[in-house]
């Protein structure tokens, strides 16, 4: 099917260890077009950044991840606007078409979510940028893709859309069935990542952010989530988000190249059965 062979793979820099350059030549190396820049990693000169990612013919998938926005309370509603401005023209000078927002995990007023959404997708049309919304599976309010669906239809903006991650999907046990009512063309973005199940409740935040695997060493149903994506007639990227702080210490080429093989496996495996 065509989706092996359109949709651009990238990989997030946190799975890999070391210096910023040496992760994007990795990455490069083991056959990436994309790559997802944390606000950390673009700590160096913006220009810097941008002559790198050029000169490895990396695409910028996205620019992430602002935390905590969406009802934000208090002081920190201020505090976080100015923090998106902020972001929101980093990722326009690096050339990224889109930032990602989690849905957030701290204090939350969940009847301004949708207003603060809506100022940051205005915001974000400004500079030309697309806003990926992201459900989060120890959210205050939004741990699931359909409720961030739900947030994403009330907000009615253009340049919105959702992220599928599949930690915070299937984490909480939850199906692709959750999927089932959101038009393809409102999924901006597809993040892989696999686990050992079943999961302890009480460990998901540490497995989330040190613990993931790489796709085909855990229990997730990723087969049947890319299956489905396929049949969705799903165009856009998809690569590999993974926390693992063993893999963070090893050889950086290595790992992208050993995360490179099993994206591709996985894709392989579930076109054939879509």
Same mark, same amino acid.
């Given at each position: 099917?065509?989706?092996?062979?359109?949709?651009?793979?990238?990989?997030?820099?946190?799975?890999?260890?070391?210096?910023?350059?040496?992760?994007?030549?990795?990455?490069?190396?083991?056959?990436?077009?994309?790559?997802?820049?944390?606000?950390?990693?673009?700590?160096?000169?913006?220009?810097?950044?941008?002559?790198?990612?050029?000169?490895?013919?990396?695409?910028?998938?996205?620019?992430?991840?602002?935390?905590?926005?969406?009802?934000?309370?208090?002081?920190?509603?201020?505090?976080?606007?100015?923090?998106?401005?902020?972001?929101?023209?980093?990722?326009?000078?690096?050339?990224?078409?889109?930032?990602?927002?989690?849905?957030?995990?701290?204090?939350?007023?969940? !009847?301004?979510?949708?207003? #603060?959404?809506? *100022?940051?997708? %205005?915001? &974000? $049309?400004?500079?030309?940028?697309?806003?990926?919304? @992201?459900?989060?599976?120890?959210?205050?309010?939004?741990?699931?893709?359909?409720?961030?669906?739900?947030?994403?239809?009330?907000?009615?903006?253009?340049?919105?859309?959702?992220?599928?991650?599949?930690?915070?999907?299937?984490?909480?046990?939850?199906?692709?069935?959750?999927?089932?009512?959101?038009?393809?063309?409102?999924?901006?973005?597809?993040?892989?990542?696999?686990?050992?199940?079943?999961?302890?409740?009480?460990?998901?935040?540490?497995?989330?952010?040190?613990?993931?695997?790489?796709?085909?060493?855990?229990?997730?149903?990723?087969?049947?989530?890319?299956?489905?994506?396929?049949?969705?007639?799903?165009?856009?990227?998809?690569?590999?988000?993974?926390?693992?702080? !063993?893999?963070?210490?090893? #050889?950086?080429? *290595?790992?992208? %190249?050993? &995360? $490179?093989?099993?994206?591709?496996?996985?894709?392989? @495996?579930?076109?054939?059965?879509?």
């Amino acid at each position: 099917m065509s989706f092996l062979k359109s949709n651009p793979r990238f990989l997030n820099t946190v799975l890999l260890g070391g210096a910023f350059t040496k992760k994007l030549e990795a990455i490069a190396k083991a056959g990436f077009n994309g790559v997802e820049v944390w606000q950390q990693d673009a700590e160096q000169a913006v220009s810097k950044t941008t002559q790198q990612l050029d000169a490895l013919a990396l695409a910028r998938t996205d620019y992430q991840v602002l935390l905590d926005f969406d009802g934000a309370v208090g002081e920190k509603r201020d505090e976080k606007r100015r923090e998106a401005l902020t972001m929101m023209a980093t990722a326009s000078e690096l050339g990224s078409p889109m930032i990602l927002v989690a849905a957030n995990t701290a204090e939350c007023a969940p !009847q301004k979510i949708v207003m #603060d959404m809506q *100022w940051l997708c %205005q915001q &974000a $049309k400004g500079f030309g940028l697309r806003v990926a919304y @992201e459900a989060m599976s120890w959210s205050t309010e939004i741990n699931q893709c359909d409720k961030a669906w739900q947030i994403i239809q009330q907000v009615d903006e253009e340049n919105l859309g959702l992220v599928i991650d599949a930690f915070h999907l299937f984490a909480l046990g939850r199906t692709v069935q959750d999927l089932a009512n959101i038009p393809v063309e409102k999924i901006f973005l597809v993040q892989l990542s696999d686990i050992a199940m079943p999961l302890n409740s009480d460990a998901v935040k540490q497995i989330a952010r040190h613990q993931r695997l790489l796709p085909g060493e855990g229990d997730f149903p990723l087969t049947a989530l890319i299956a489905y994506l396929v049949k969705q007639g799903y165009s856009g990227p998809i690569g590999l988000e993974v926390f693992n702080d !063993q893999a963070a210490e090893q #050889d950086c080429e *290595w790992v992208a %190249q050993r &995360a $490179k093989e099993a994206l591709e496996h996985l894709l392989v @495996e579930s076109d054939s059965s879509a």
